[in-house]
């Protein structure tokens, strides 16, 4: 074949370049791995942190906190009232 000039090897490699590049860099599976799965993943990592614990968690913890100080706040007022009401009579 190669003797005997019946097949280039110079076309044969242009012909099966794109195959041999495929196949070299191993069907691009560390690329789509790294930049569309991993990144992916830390896109939506990202966004469901906000979303989950800034405001549902943080949101919560804080609406549990406005309900306390207005309940002391409500006691306070109650103890105080009483104790002016025990001091004029």
Request: aromatic letters at 20%; charged letters at 20%.
């Amino acid at each position: 074949m190669y003797v005997k000039k019946f097949v280039d090897p110079n076309t044969l490699y242009e012909l099966f370049k794109p195959i041999h590049t495929l196949m070299k860099s191993q069907f691009y599976t560390e690329y789509i791995y790294h930049n569309i799965i991993a990144k992916g993943y830390l896109v939506i990592s990202r966004l469901v942190y906000k979303a989950v614990d800034l405001i549902i968690i943080d949101g919560f913890v804080n609406g549990v906190a406005k309900i306390f100080m207005i309940l002391v706040r409500f006691v306070w007022e109650f103890i105080v009232y009483k104790v002016y009401i025990y001091n004029i009579t």
